[in-house]
């Protein structure tokens, strides 16, 4: 999702713009978190709360290849716990 104002936000998303003039959210820059193509498992968001943002598609690439480096982190990390589960399994039934 990718809003330089509140006001973008449908009227559906009601409690979602009560929520950001809260915590005073002006611009929001919303990126799913996935590896190969998988269902997203999280999202990168990016928020400005002094001034409303149109986010150039520079900054969106860069912003892109962040997530794209935290998804790739996390699912690094989830595969090595798992390992690490499996050798538990292997150690405890020999």
Do not use: C, Y
Not at 56 to 71: K, N, P, T
């Amino acid at each position: 999702m990718n809003l330089s104002s509140l006001e973008e936000l449908p009227s559906e998303a009601s409690i979602d713009r009560q929520n950001s003039e809260l915590f005073g959210i002006k611009s929001n820059l919303s990126l799913p978190l996935s590896t190969g193509g998988g269902l997203p498992f999280g999202v990168l968001a990016v928020n400005t709360t002094r001034v409303e943002r149109t986010w150039s598609d520079e900054i969106v690439i860069r912003l892109q290849l962040m997530a794209q480096i935290f998804a790739n982190a996390i699912q690094r990390k989830r595969a090595e716990e798992e390992i690490h589960r499996h050798l538990e399994t292997l150690k405890k039934a020999v």
